[in-house]
């Protein structure tokens, strides 16, 4: 298996801009999630799906950010508009395990914006 | 408001001996409790972890122990090697939540 996919590994963009991240979770994982790590808060959960259906938004900032999954093999995390302050590594995680506790993590998306 | 700690951002260690990482919490609900590894440009890969209702976990070099009373777990790498160095990072959750990390602690390990 490939393991979890996300893309771009890197983004620039402007203040204002519109962001999409991708991710492609390990084929039959049910749960996905998107991390944000930041030097200030560490790795911090944004939002997670099981079967595509989104379980826990608490960690969405803000409303700029929004997430979907449309299906099985795919998510996306859209930040309309974007601010310095998302400047960050992304990351989406796949499991299997009802519990999550092991995750299998992308190499994530480091995003900057200016 | 911080649930997973750890408050040292990073250790050196001279390989060969005991690296001691630590963690606290402050959720006593959280049941289940990781450590997470990371190099740089790659995502986090799970290292090792324990159940509540134990309070040792080893797998070869690496031990988890689980303080319940203190709210505190303690990661042991004996002995210690250049290519254990890493950012680790602590993790808890409760059944079926998912799962708090903390903000890392970056281990380096000299030769």
């Known amino acids: 298996d490939a393991g979890v996919i996300q893309s771009p590994r890197h983004e620039v963009t402007e203040m204002g801009q519109e962001v999409t991240l991708r991710c492609k979770p390990i084929s039959g994982h049910d749960y996905l999630f998107w991390y944000r790590q930041t030097m200030m808060r560490g790795l911090e959960l944004l939002i997670y799906?099981?079967?595509?259906?989104?379980?826990?938004d608490s960690g969405m900032p803000e409303d700029r950010f929004s997430a979907k999954m449309p299906n099985a093999s795919f998510s996306t995390l859209k930040i309309q508009p974007s601010e310095p302050r998302d400047s960050a590594v992304y990351f989406c995680?796949?499991?299997?395990?009802?519990?999550?506790?092991?995750?299998?993590f992308g190499s994530g998306t480091q995003l900057s914006v200016l | 408001d911080q649930q997973v700690k750890q408050n040292s951002p990073s250790l050196s260690v001279q390989e060969g001996r005991i690296s001691i990482l630590n963690c606290d919490y402050t959720n006593s609900m959280f049941d289940y409790f990781l450590w997470y590894k990371k190099y740089p440009a790659e995502g986090p890969t799970f290292l090792i972890s324990?159940?509540?209702?134990?309070d040792k976990n080893e797998d070869g070099r690496f031990t988890v122990f689980l303080n319940k009373s203190a709210k505190h777990l303690s990661l042991h790498i004996v002995p210690s090697q250049p290519g254990d160095s890493a950012v680790y990072f602590c993790a808890a959750s409760r059944r079926g939540t998912a799962l708090i990390f903390g903000k890392g602690t970056t281990l380096s390990v000299s030769s």
């Open positions: 799906f099981n079967n595509n259906v989104p379980i826990d």
């Open positions: 995680a796949s499991s299997w395990d009802r519990e999550h506790e092991k995750l299998f």
């Open positions: 324990i159940s509540s209702i134990k």
